[in-house]
C-alpha cells in the first residue's frame, strides 16, 4: 500500500508542474500580444530585389509591365475568390497579396502579339546596317557629286565608275535611301565624315562635267591651239559655273575629248545620205578606183627625206641596235589627266584606252601580225581588221614640223580632212587623227621641239 501510494503522489505532482508551467506561457503570450496591441504593427524596411540600380531599356519596361499586369490580374481573382467565399482574409495574407506586385515574375513563354512587333522593329537597323556593306562611302560621295552635276540617273550610271558594278536600278534605290530613309542617310553621312581629306580630293576631281561647264568649253574654237592659261583664265571668269574641284588641266583634257568627238561650236558632223538605202563604209570604198586616187610623186618632197634620212642615218641605227623597245612605248590610260612629257618624248598619240609615246624622228603606225612588226600597233586600242598592216609614217623634220604619210589602202582622216593613198599632211598640236574609226589626239612635246629647232638653226649656217 505504501508504494502505491507514493506513486500517486508522484504522478499528481508531475501533472501539477505541465499544468502550472503551460498556465504561465499563456500569460506571457497573453501579454505580448496585449503589448503589441497597443505599441501597433511594426514596418517592415523597404529594399530593392535588384543587385544594381540602372535604368530600364525599351523591351524591358515592355516586359516589366507586362509582368506587373499578369500579377495584378492574378491577385484580383485571387481576392474575389476569397470575398466570394465568405471569409475575411487573415492578415498573413493580406501581406503576401501586398508582396506579390514587388516580386518578378517571369514572363509567359506565348509572347503578346504587340511583343512580338516590338522584337521585330529593333531588329531592322541591324539589317539595314547589314545591306550597307556594299556601297562604300567613296560611292556615296561619287553618286551624290554626279548627281548634283547631272540631275540624271541615267548619266550617273553611264558615267561613273563605282567600285562594283551597280545596275541602274540599284544606283536609283541608293539614292532614294539616301533622300528618305534616315537610318541609311545618317550612317552614310558619317562614314564620309571619316573619309581621308586626299581620298575626298580624288573623288572630287572624278566628277562628272555639266551641261553648263560643256557648254562653256564649246566656246573653244577647234583650230585655235589653247594652252592651261586660256583654261585658266576660264576658270577666273565663270567661277560660278565651274566645279570647285576643276584644274586648268582637267578642263583642257575634257576639251580634247569634246573635239575629238566633233561636240564643239565650231566642228560639225557630215550628215547621212538620204535614201532607203545607206551604203556602208566597206562597200563605198570598194566602189572607188584606187588607180584613180594615187597621185604623182612630189620629187622635191622625195629629195628633201632622202637627204634627211642620210643625215640621220647612225642616229637611227644606234636607236634601233639600243633602243629597240624605246621607240613607242605604250602606257595605258587610268584617268582623265594629260600625258606628262619627258626628255626623250617628242610626241604623244592620244586615244582612249591607250598612249603612244613617240621617241625616235619617225615612227610606223598600222596593225602588227606575225610576220610585219612596227612601232605603233593600232589593235591595241580597238578594231584595226580594217587598218593596214602599214597604214602610216610619222616624221620629225628637222625645223620641227611633224608630217604623216599615208601608206595603207584607207584614208587617214586629220581634223577631218582625208588624206588619200601616197599624200601626206603636216601634224600640229591638239590634231585629231582618225583611222578607220579609231580617233587619237596628237600632242608634241612643246619644250623639247623648241631645243630642236634651235639647235638645227646653228646648225644650217654652217
Known amino acids: 500500500m505504501d508504494k502505491d501510494s507514493q506513486g500517486l503522489l508522484d504522478s499528481s505532482l508531475m501533472a501539477s508542474g505541465t499544468a502550472s508551467?503551460?498556465?504561465?506561457?499563456?500569460?506571457?503570450?497573453?501579454?505580448?500580444?496585449?503589448?503589441?496591441?497597443?505599441?501597433?504593427?511594426?514596418?517592415?524596411?523597404?529594399?530593392?530585389?535588384?543587385?544594381i540600380k540602372r535604368k530600364k531599356f525599351d523591351d524591358e519596361l515592355v516586359e516589366s509591365s507586362l509582368a506587373k499586369s499578369s500579377t495584378r490580374v492574378k491577385g484580383a481573382s485571387g481576392v474575389e475568390s476569397g470575398r466570394c467565399s465568405g471569409s475575411e482574409p487573415s492578415s498573413s495574407?493580406?501581406?503576401?497579396?501586398?508582396?506579390?506586385?514587388?516580386?518578378?515574375?517571369?514572363?509567359?513563354?506565348?509572347?503578346?502579339?504587340?511583343?512580338?512587333?516590338?522584337?521585330?522593329?529593333?531588329?531592322?537597323?541591324?539589317?539595314v546596317t547589314k545591306d550597307l556593306g556594299r556601297w562604300k562611302p567613296a560611292d556615296d560621295l561619287l553618286l551624290i557629286n554626279a548627281v548634283l552635276q547631272t540631275n540624271d540617273l541615267t548619266s550617273v550610271h553611264l558615267g561613273v565608275k563605282f567600285s562594283c558594278r551597280f545596275t541602274l536600278r540599284e544606283v536609283q534605290e541608293r539614292w532614294y535611301a539616301l533622300l528618305y530613309d534616315p537610318v541609311i542617310s545618317k550612317l552614310a553621312c558619317q562614314a564620309m565624315r571619316q573619309l581621308h581629306p586626299e581620298a575626298i580630293a580624288a573623288i572630287q576631281s572624278k566628277a562628272l562635267f555639266s551641261k553648263a561647264e560643256e557648254q562653256l568649253l564649246s566656246k573653244v574654237g577647234s583650230t585655235?591651239?589653247?594652252?592651261?592659261?586660256?583654261?585658266?583664265?576660264?576658270?577666273?571668269?565663270?567661277?560660278?559655273?565651274?566645279?570647285?574641284?576643276?584644274?586648268?588641266?582637267?578642263?583642257?583634257?575634257?576639251?580634247?575629248?569634246?573635239?575629238q568627238y566633233y561636240l564643239l561650236e565650231d566642228q560639225?558632223?557630215?550628215?547621212?545620205?538620204?535614201?532607203?538605202?545607206?551604203?556602208?563604209?566597206?562597200?563605198?570604198?570598194?566602189?572607188?578606183?584606187?588607180?584613180?586616187?594615187?597621185?604623182?610623186?612630189?620629187?622635191?618632197?622625195e629629195h628633201e627625206l632622202t637627204v634627211a634620212d642620210r643625215r640621220q642615218k647612225r642616229e637611227i641605227r644606234q636607236l634601233e641596235q639600243e633602243l629597240h623597245k624605246w621607240?613607242?612605248?605604250?602606257?595605258?590610260?587610268?584617268?582623265?589627266?594629260?600625258?606628262?612629257?619627258?626628255?626623250?618624248?617628242?610626241?604623244?598619240?592620244?586615244?582612249?584606252?591607250?598612249?603612244?609615246?613617240?621617241r625616235s624622228r619617225e615612227i610606223t603606225l598600222g596593225r602588227a601580225t606575225k610576220d610585219n612588226q612596227i612601232d605603233v600597233d593600232l589593235s591595241l586600242e580597238g578594231p584595226a581588221w580594217k587598218i593596214s598592216r602599214k597604214q602610216g609614217v610619222i616624221k620629225l623634220k628637222n625645223n620641227g614640223d611633224f608630217f604623216i604619210a599615208n601608206e595603207?589602202?584607207?584614208?587617214?582622216?586629220?581634223?577631218?580632212?582625208?588624206?588619200?593613198c601616197g599624200s601626206k599632211w603636216r601634224l600640229s598640236n591638239n590634231s585629231v587623227v582618225e583611222i578607220a574609226?579609231?580617233?587619237?589626239?596628237?600632242?608634241?612635246n612643246q619644250d623639247l621641239i623648241a631645243l630642236i629647232r634651235a639647235e638645227a638653226a646653228k646648225i644650217t649656217p654652217q
Open 21 to 51: 508551467r503551460s498556465e504561465d506561457e499563456e500569460s506571457l503570450a497573453g501579454q505580448k500580444r496585449a503589448s503589441s496591441q497597443a505599441l501597433g504593427p511594426i514596418p517592415k524596411r523597404r529594399s530593392s530585389s535588384r543587385f
Open 93 to 127: 495574407e493580406k501581406k503576401k497579396v501586398s508582396k506579390t506586385p514587388s516580386t518578378p515574375v517571369p514572363p509567359s513563354p506565348a509572347p503578346t502579339p504587340g511583343l512580338a512587333k516590338r522584337v521585330k522593329k529593333s531588329k531592322q537597323p541591324l539589317q
Open 224 to 259: 585655235s591651239q589653247p594652252t592651261l592659261e586660256t583654261f585658266q583664265d576660264l576658270l577666273h571668269r565663270h567661277p560660278d559655273a565651274f566645279y570647285l574641284a576643276r584644274t586648268a588641266k582637267a578642263l583642257q583634257a575634257h576639251w580634247q575629248l569634246m573635239k
Open 268 to 301: 560639225t558632223v557630215q550628215p547621212l545620205p538620204k535614201g532607203d538605202q545607206v551604203l556602208n563604209f566597206s562597200d563605198a570604198e570598194d566602189l572607188i578606183d584606187d588607180s584613180k586616187l594615187k597621185d604623182m610623186r612630189d620629187e622635191v618632197l
Open 327 to 358: 621607240q613607242v612605248l605604250v602606257d595605258s590610260i587610268t584617268g582623265m589627266s594629260s600625258p606628262d612629257f619627258d626628255n626623250q618624248t617628242l610626241a604623244v598619240l592620244r586615244g582612249r584606252m591607250v598612249r603612244y609615246l613617240m
Open 408 to 420: 595603207g589602202r584607207r584614208p587617214i582622216y586629220i581634223d577631218g580632212r582625208p588624206v588619200l
Open 437 to 444: 574609226s579609231l580617233r587619237f589626239v596628237f600632242l608634241i
